[in-house]
């Protein structure tokens, strides 16, 4: 099991993904992973909507009592990222906003994907990127670090408290959907 390790850790997005790479994923998995998320937010009473899916079908759901509808359409969005780009929805907003482009300047309507940490690629060893998993309801950075933390109790090795690189060079700048802003939480 992982144990939650207080020290602070720097790491890419490139380093986290091969951290977190699984040994296997299917329908199994995707329940073990889904229900070690809704344990770990349970216990500290948050309001989220957790969803793992395939490319092709959802293979996990769970909302959280205090969750609404408008987390659901924020996993399809931040699933929808991750397919498309292959990418958690954290970096893709991320290197999105570094080059100065948004969603629509690449053709790809907002209602259909989002720039807003949650939504994470599974990878495994071997084969790449084989589904996805989300999670909405908090703030999109700590959507992102508990999908991350739900990857390490799964693969028993120790979850740090990450500063991502590349989100603390952006850190401020990470314009908000108008969405996002009504919600305040993806």
């Given amino acids: 099991m992982s144990r939650r390790n207080g020290t602070m850790r720097d790491e890419t997005f490139d380093e986290q993904a091969r951290r977190t790479t699984l040994p296997v994923f299917n329908a199994e998995v995707a329940r073990r992973l889904g229900e070690i998320t809704v344990n770990i937010a349970a216990r500290r009473s948050l309001a ?28 399809r969005r931040k699933q929808n990222t991750v397919f498309h780009f292959e990418r958690s929805s954290l970096e893709v907003g991320v290197m999105l906003e570094r080059d100065g482009q948004r969603l629509v300047s690449l053709d790809l309507p907002e209602e259909h994907y989002a720039t807003y940490g949650g939504g994470v690629p599974l990878r495994v060893a071997d084969e790449g990127i084989v589904g996805a ?48 802003r009504r919600a305040t939480r993806a």
Avoid at 68 to 73: R, T
């Fill in 48 to 75: 989220v909507a957790v969803g793992l899916a395939l490319p092709e079908r959802p293979l996990y759901f769970c909302a959280l009592d205090g969750s609404n509808a408008e987390n659901v359409d924020w996993i």
């Fill in 133 to 180: 998993m989300c999670v909405s309801g908090l703030e999109h950075v700590a959507d992102h670090e508990l999908v991350v933390e739900a990857l390490c109790w799964h693969l028993g090795i120790p979850h740090f408290n990450v500063i991502l690189t590349q989100v603390a060079a952006t850190s401020g700048r990470h314009a908000s959907h108008s969405s996002e």
